[in-house]
């Protein structure tokens, strides 16, 4: 038998795992300073969460959910995005009522979608993402979009477009969908077929259409801007206005309608053209929504959020050399050789304590000549091989061979412990400013303690 991984998944292993923890430690310590704590709703829902969250409208519940009925004959489906089950889990454990509102979530995981696998585009794929449910006011739209903004920047992504548009409220959400009606009517026909269903489904969703014939049909709509009531027009221009003042650049893109149905007011999506050139699209998208709690039997509460698709930023870091000090991180730092059978004790003990004050270190159990593990401790990308034999034993020292210098010093073993601690410290001190000068008080967004301000210059 020959076994395959199923199409549109991917294997993650070595460099590429850690490259996905790098980017969710980032994402989790910033969405934590942000006051957002972790949520980890099931994997597997009964269908109608999605279905009544997500919208019987979208292409998601209509073409791409991975659905199938259990031993039991209950429909349940592989989750295609977060939002809907997190809003079930807060509902089902009355989270409103218990937690000081707005109650801020974060969540990290795989998703499934059934959709054509290509560039950027799996079956199954992972998702970062927030929601601030519960709060009243358009800074909370505000907020999240800094939060995207800075988890972006804080990997290093400089070329980050953020698209926004508003979707209105209701009322001006469906005067519009009645302008699209009218007049995509005469229009459609000559349409594509999935743009034949929105018409019916959600004519919104046209908007969205990739055909490039039906692109040029879409230019000449109504716009949703001419559809605004006086507060959805207000609350718009207070964001894009708090915006410019943030200094967050952004575009209005008055076709960005998003996938999912349950959206209204605020919309947005961060894009990314790598510095090769290469355009990966929307690497992460969210917006406000005002009906989703309330959909799941609570009480009529807002929120808003987003996610990003870590495939995606993985690949745009990569792209753009953002990885490469991670990439050569070995796997260890310390590898530790018992050259004879006597000092492998000495050795896990060595190991323990080393492990104890931060390093990371590896022992070989398995004996054989020196130069062969030697060329096991470079494969691993050690700094250093500790070395220990009859003789060092016996003195309760080790020799330290520096891996790349090729030196070798004996020291005591409380002369190595002393040594791993300093190079414990000195990797925790930040570098971050070293080619600036400083950071002023309150200006510091590097994540990291200064215990002396002063010192940064
Ligand atoms: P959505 O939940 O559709 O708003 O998607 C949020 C983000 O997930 C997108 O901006 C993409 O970065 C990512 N994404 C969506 N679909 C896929 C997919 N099939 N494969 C990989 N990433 C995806």
Redesign the pocket.
């Known amino acids: 038998m020959q076994s395959r991984n199923v199409k549109g998944t991917k294997d993650l292993f070595g460099k590429e795992t850690r490259q996905f923890q790098f980017v969710e430690n980032i994402f989790s310590s910033i969405a934590e300073s942000f006051g957002y704590q972790e949520m980890r709703p099931p994997v597997l829902e009964h269908s109608e969460v999605f279905v009544r969250g997500v919208g019987e409208g979208s292409d998601v519940v209509r073409k791409e959910m991975y659905t199938f009925l259990d031993k039991g004959e209950r429909s349940l489906t592989l989750r295609p ?1 977060f939002t809907a089950g997190i809003m079930r889990l807060i509902v089902q454990n009355k989270l409103y009522a218990t937690e000081t509102l707005p109650i801020k979530a974060y969540y990290n995981g795989p998703v499934f ?1 059934y ?1 054509r696998p290509q560039l ?3 079956r199954q ?1 992972n ?1 970062f993402g927030v929601e601030c449910v519960g709060g009243t006011s358009y800074f909370n739209d505000l907020e999240t979009i800094m939060l995207g903004y800075c988890m972006l920047s804080t990997l290093g992504l400089t070329n980050v477009t953020l698209k926004i548009n508003t979707l209105g409220d209701e009322a001006s959400r469906e005067a519009y969908k009645a302008a699209l009606k009218n007049y995509f009517a005469d229009k459609v026909e000559g349409m594509c077929e999935d743009c034949k269903d929105r018409f019916n489904v959600n004519p919104l969703r046209i908007l969205d259409c990739k055909v490039p014939e039906d692109q040029e049909i879409v230019k000449g709509a109504p716009k949703m801007s001419d559809y605004l009531s006086e507060e959805s027009k207000e609350r718009f221009e207070n964001i894009l206005d708090a915006l410019t003042q943030m200094e967050i650049p952004y575009e209005v893109d008055d076709t960005l309608v ?3 149905d349950y959206y209204s007011e605020t919309v947005f ?1 961060f894009h990314y053209t790598s510095k090769k050139g290469v355009n990966y699209g ?4 969210g917006g406000h929504y005002s009906n989703l709690v309330k959909e799941f039997g609570g009480p009529e509460l807002e929120g808003v959020g987003f ?3 870590e ?2 930023i993985v690949s745009v870091l990569n792209d753009d050399e953002l990885l490469n000090e991670l990439n050569e991180e070995g796997e260890v730092e310390f590898y530790i050789c018992p050259i004879c059978e006597e000092a492998k004790e000495a050795a896990l003990a060595l190991s323990v304590s080393s492990r104890m004050m931060g390093a990371r270190v590896d022992v070989n159990f398995e004996g054989g000549k020196l130069g062969a593990m030697l060329k096991k401790a470079v494969k691993k990308g050690a700094l250093y091989a500790i070395i220990i034999g009859e003789d060092e034993l016996n003195k309760n020292s080790l020799q330290m061979k520096n891996l790349v210098t090729e030196e070798q010093t004996e020291l005591t073993v409380s002369e190595y412990l002393d040594a791993i601690k300093q190079m414990q410290e000195h990797d925790h001190e930040c570098h971050c400013h070293d080619d600036e000068d400083g950071c002023e008080d309150g200006e510091c967004c590097c994540h990291h303690h200064h215990k002396d301000e002063g010192d940064l210059n």
Request: hydrophobic share 30%; charged share 40%; proline share 0%.
């Open positions: 995005e979608r959709e950027g585009r799996y794929f998702q998003r996938g999912l999506e929307a690497i992460g998208a996610s990003f698709g495939e995606r």
